[in-house]
């Protein structure tokens, strides 16, 4: 029942994501950046509901703080101040980039998909070769897109506040899963945790 009613609130997290798009819908280049953010919040809220049940999770206040500012803050992007030409045309491939990329590693992850630290084995293939966390850098770059396609304040200012959470984040994940000889032993051969020779 715990588990249910927690793949429920991952995928309502992922519906709610889809709201600020949903006001914006139309044939043209901003049409499409809210497509993609559509589809990408859609495809994880289905694929909420296919997850193993963890080996081990680290479920308190911190883990649960740093992972609903990761993915919360993004959600309250506003498609407002529509950009043009380069600066849309920009934001639109990095919306498509960051969408394949997080689609390639979660279909790589299968059902070890999850939201707050956890252990449900060990991915090294696919986009995990190259970097540890491709699925955030996937979600980093989506939003990012989105708010080249919608630059204000405040979508860049919810970029910026999404980091520190970010990094947080992934620091708990690792902190745990380090716990693994066979997720050190992935660390030592994948060095980068976003991005090849640079983090």
């Known amino acids: ?13 992922f519906l709610l994501a889809m709201l600020p798009a949903g006001r914006e819908l139309s044939f043209t280049l901003a049409g499409a950046a809210n497509v993609v953010w559509i589809a990408g919040a859609a495809i994880m809220a289905v694929m909420s509901f296919a997850r193993f049940a963890p080996r081990s999770a680290t479920v308190n206040l911190r883990t649960i703080m740093a992972s609903g500012g990761m993915l919360i803050l993004p959600c309250f992007m506003r498609p407002t101040n529509l950009s043009t030409g380069a600066l849309a045309t920009t934001g639109l491939i990095f919306e498509l980039f960051g969408v394949v990329l997080t689609q390639v590693a979660r279909v790589y992850m299968g059902r070890s998909f999850g939201i707050l630290p956890a252990n449900r084995g060990i991915v090294s293939k696919g986009p995990f070769r190259w970097v540890r966390h491709p699925v955030y850098f996937g979600w980093l770059i989506l939003s990012i897109g989105y708010a080249m396609s919608y630059p204000n304040d405040r979508n860049i200012i919810l970029i910026v506040a999404t980091l520190p959470f ?7 994940e690792e902190a745990h899963l380090s716990a693994d000889p066979e997720y050190r032993s992935y660390m030592d051969r994948v060095p980068y945790r976003l991005w090849p020779g640079i983090a």
């Open 1 to 13: 029942m715990r588990r249910a009613l927690g793949d429920c609130v991952l995928a309502v997290s």
């Open 166 to 172: 970010m990094v947080w984040r992934i620091d708990q």
